[in-house]
């Protein structure tokens, strides 16, 4: 069993940055970050295998988001630069012994973090 923390979100303007932050508590191997919009579908936004042999990223957020862990805290991280309105949703941490495929689709994760909020204003 693993259990997923999440903290970061808020509310910016665009153009700005935000830092989610997921804490996870058990043995994961494969550690990444979906949203969801209202009205809109689950969107995997990126992942990474904890031993950092790969690392996946949505077209949509290429070269703006960064994943990245701290194996000592057993954290990863969404550095988000250069918000966008379009990037406000529900973040959600997930995480699970392997990635499954590129892109990364929430059936291929068993734990989940509750979520948290990002706004981005225009």
């Known amino acids: 069993q693993v259990q997923l923390v999440e903290s970061g979100g808020g509310s910016v303007q665009a153009g700005g940055s935000l830092r989610l932050s997921c804490v996870a508590f058990?043995?994961?191997?494969?550690m990444g970050w979906f949203r969801q919009a209202p009205g809109k579908e689950r969107e995997g936004v990126a992942a990474r295998y904890t031993g950092g042999a790969a690392t996946y990223y949505a077209d949509s957020v290429k070269g703006r988001f960064t994943i990245s862990q701290d194996n000592a805290k057993n954290t990863v991280y969404l550095q988000m630069n250069s918000l966008k309105p379009e990037d406000t949703a529900m973040y959600y941490c997930?995480?699970?012994?392997?990635?499954?495929?590129?892109?990364?689709?929430?059936?291929?994760?068993?734990?989940w973090g509750q979520g948290t909020q990002v706004t981005v204003s225009s």
């Open positions: 997930a995480a699970d012994s392997a990635c499954g495929s590129w892109p990364i689709v929430g059936g291929a994760f068993a734990y």
């Open positions: 058990g043995y994961t191997n494969c």
